[in-house]
């Protein structure tokens, strides 16, 4: 019978692909942490079976649902094949979005449901997050970010503002983008570029860097002032309706750009903006087209490692010149680069390609760091075990450089590295400061700022 959450029956039948083999098992971060059947993907797919067959949402179910990162390394993992991505999508917005006619999901606290208002009324909007970076700076000079963040009472009370302090960032200055980038050599593609809400608030110099990067590699950058956020953490924490309306303002500020790329350097921005299509493939077809629209802009979105690579392999080759980066450098792979979107040589291969640059890898299998989005500040307790787990797995590198392609993931790893008690950390910078470094021929200490 089909359900009223699946009147397709396309869940039924992902749920159906599962052949309960238990090969994701092991690479499910929550299962490692817990070792428990219901909070592996093979025992949340079951639970999402027995709701499609009309069992309620009970409290503990949405706990093992919500406590389920997003991270995708069940995916790829999956002999079968199973897309447990479209199920854990469409799960979540059984609790954030309700359907009438559909069995009672239980409520969220009032302390849950503020904490998300919190995130969702700040977090996509750039403008109300420049609004906390000044306190923020104040407070940080102050010391104060320091003690509330490790006093106790804080920790029991508000673990999720805890946690918000602990990944805090030093605040940036803001520095706007130009809208137009020319390229530097003859011009071999008009892209466009995504600022991203995290990114350009806390990392301005990674999108700074990264037009530098392409207008190097000969690209025309175009940066439409519209593109608003992507929709990335809505869509991921299960608000569809909130992240249609984002991909509708970005498909049409990147279409009246007429850009034929739309380049992506941040990895869960990338994997939600691939995912377009999928999001919006139910939208009537009310004049604008949605569901066309949103595929055609999909197609168009790159990684910036997967575009630079692209380029580098085509007929012309790299456009820029590598300069040495002596420095021994670990990659640390977004499981929504790696896993999401199956981009995993590219930035290996960039990074190679610069004389002098030693790179090393995680030892740990690739599993997730525990920023997922905006899962440390839902889930401080377990986002915190996985951060510490990643600290210590890069430590064991020997590296001293630490690449990441994914601000969340930089905010989360370089927390984690500068824990109390902790020796000397490694720097985390983006690959986009990385290949710029290298093409401008500038120092490691001048990428990490300390030159
Ligand atoms: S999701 Fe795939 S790997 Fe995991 S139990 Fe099901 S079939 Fe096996
Ligand atoms: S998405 Fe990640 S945390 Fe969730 S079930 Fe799959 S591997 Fe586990």
Not at 29 to 34: D, K
Not at 386 to 396: D, P
Not at 409 to 423: E, M, R, T, V, Y
Request: hydrophobic share 40%; aromatic share 4%.
């Amino acid at each position: 019978m089909a359900s009223i959450l699946d009147p397709s029956g396309e869940l039924r039948s992902v749920v159906d692909d599962c052949v309960h083999c238990g090969f994701c098992l092991p690479a499910c971060p929550t299962y490692q942490l817990w070792g428990e059947e219901m909070d592996s993907p093979r025992g949340r797919i079951h639970l999402i079976g027995q709701v499609l067959e009309g069992a309620e949402v009970s409290e503990a179910a949405a706990s093992h649902l919500d406590r389920c990162l997003g991270c995708m390394a069940c995916v790829p993992a999956c002999p079968s094949g199973v897309r447990y991505d479209r199920l854990i999508e469409a799960a979540r917005t059984w609790t954030e979005e309700p359907q009438p006619g559909a069995a009672p999901v239980p409520a969220r606290s009032l302390r849950e449901r503020a904490v998300r208002a919190a995130i969702f009324a700040t977090f996509p909007y750039p403008k109300r997050l420049r609004l906390l970076a000044g306190p923020l700076r104040l407070a940080q000079r102050a010391g104060l970010d320091r003690r509330l963040r490790d006093s106790p009472t804080i920790r029991r009370a508000a673990p999720e503002v805890a946690a918000a302090l602990q990944i805090a960032p030093p605040a940036a200055r803001h520095h706007a983008p130009p809208e137009h980038i020319p390229a530097h050599w003859p011009r071999r593609a008009v892209v466009g570029m995504l600022t991203g809400c995290v990114q350009q608030v806390f990392f301005p110099g990674v999108n700074a860097a990264t037009a530098r990067v392409l207008a190097a590699e000969g690209c025309e950058v175009v940066i439409p002032t519209g593109q608003g956020c992507c929709g990335a953490l809505s869509m991921h924490t299960g608000r569809a309706t909130e992240a249609a309306r984002f991909a509708k303002q970005a498909i049409a500020a990147f279409e009246d750009a007429r850009v034929e790329v739309i380049v992506v350097n941040s990895a869960g921005c990338g994997s939600a903006m691939k995912e377009y299509a999928q999001l919006l493939k139910h939208e009537p077809d009310d004049g604008p087209g949605w569901a066309q629209r949103a595929a055609q802009a999909s197609a168009k979105v790159r990684d910036l490692s997967e575009f630079l690579s692209e380029l580098a392999d085509g007929s012309d080759g790299p456009a820029a010149v590598r300069h040495p980066l002596p420095v021994k450098a670990v990659y640390h792979e977004a499981c929504h680069l790696g896993y999401a979107q199956g981009v995993r040589r590219q930035p290996r291969d960039l990074l190679r390609a610069i004389p002098e640059l030693e790179l090393v890898e995680v030892g740990d299998g690739g599993t997730c760091c525990g920023s997922a989005g905006v899962y440390n500040l839902l889930q401080p307790e377990a986002a915190g075990e996985l951060g510490t787990r990643k600290a210590a797995a890069i430590r064991a590198t020997g590296a001293s450089l630490v690449i990441s392609a994914n601000p969340g993931c930089s905010l989360q790893i370089a927390a984690a590295l500068a824990a109390p008690g902790s020796a000397a950390a490694p720097d985390v910078v983006h690959i986009a400061e990385v290949l710029d470094a290298s093409f401008r021929g500038i120092s490691v200490a001048e990428l990490t700022g300390g030159g």
